[in-house]
């Protein structure tokens, strides 16, 4: 599969995540876009942010790291997402989600109408289905012609198989981890089926191209055109597994960009996904040989 070389749109929430240790920049969408500038990628974010104090802080942000703001939109009414972070006592992250909030009111412009269509790659996350007006503008700009990702964040309310599944059926290209995963096998009861036959029949479903499985600590596994491939992943010290998730995913597309065989961006994603585990918060500053040295130790 050959992703194309263009300007990557990242789509969906920008938030404030309120971990123990302080307040961080995050939102899925927004860490993949961060992170593929990070190993040298062109992304966007389009997102929406309240006028207040933690909306200005969060584009002052974005612009110190080298992301554009141009499809920040600013919302009068509803504030700036914010979302409250556990971590158990093996540091895996748990969510405390607010609504409504900005991002759940991303209109449609024609900015970003244009910005969807150049795209080489659309990623979006299934939480921007949660509200009608995001959900909307979502799937206006979820045309044919453009390639697109989704990565499935399933979080109570709002992992219902009505909201999820109009989305994957748009998407080329599904990421998920194991926990999703086996909540689609329960949506279709589909339990007796093996990881392979499992993926193979949701490819099928779909008309699917690539669909990857992340499990942590155990590394992910990667459907891809009939194929499967697997991943034991990399061993490091956890500080916390917030954005790991999505540094993966960068990882992934980082790799297909540079036309690497799946199972060479397979051990790319594993490597960036346990080098941002290894760090505090969800976007680390890091470069390309801290996550190629992971590799070859």
Not at 63 to 92: F, R, W
Not at 114 to 128: D, V
Not at 181 to 189: R, T
């Amino acid at each position: 599969m050959k992703v194309r070389s263009k300007k990557n749109l990242c789509f969906g929430e920008v938030l404030w995540d309120r971990l123990p240790s302080g307040a961080k920049p995050g939102g899925a969408p927004m860490n993949v876009a961060l992170h593929l500038n990070a190993i040298g990628k062109d992304a966007v974010i389009a997102s929406r942010v309240g006028a207040d104090q933690p909306g200005e802080e969060l584009k002052t942000f974005l612009k110190q790291s080298g992301l554009s703001c141009e499809l920040i939109q600013l919302d009068d009414e509803l504030p700036t997402s914010e979302v409250l972070v556990h971590l158990d006592e093996k540091n895996n992250a748990s969510y405390e989600i607010c609504e409504p909030v900005a991002w759940d009111n991303i209109e449609r412009t024609s900015l970003l109408e244009k910005t969807a269509n150049q795209a080489g790659l659309l990623i979006f996350g299934s939480l921007a289905s949660r509200n009608e007006t995001t959900r909307n503008t979502l799937m206006s700009l979820l045309q044919p012609d453009i390639l697109k990702l989704i990565d499935v964040n399933l979080r109570k309310p709002y992992d219902r198989k009505e909201l999820v599944e109009p989305l994957l059926r748009k998407a080329d290209i599904i990421k998920l981890n194991d926990d999703e995963l086996k909540v689609f096998a329960n949506w279709f009861d589909q339990h007796h089926l093996k990881e392979e036959e499992l993926l193979t029949w949701l490819a099928q479903r779909y008309g699917t191209q690539l669909i990857c499985v992340t499990k942590g600590a155990d590394g992910a596994t990667l459907w891809a055109e009939g194929d499967c491939y697997q991943h034991p992943g990399y061993r490091v010290e956890t500080v916390d597994t917030v954005g790991a998730g999505d540094a993966f995913l960068a990882g992934l597309v980082s790799a297909l960009l540079d036309g690497e065989n799946y199972p060479t961006a397979l051990a790319f994603a594993c490597a960036t996904g346990a080098f941002v585990a290894s760090k505090s918060g969800a976007t680390p500053a890091y470069n390309l040989d801290e996550v190629r040295s992971l590799m070859t130790s």
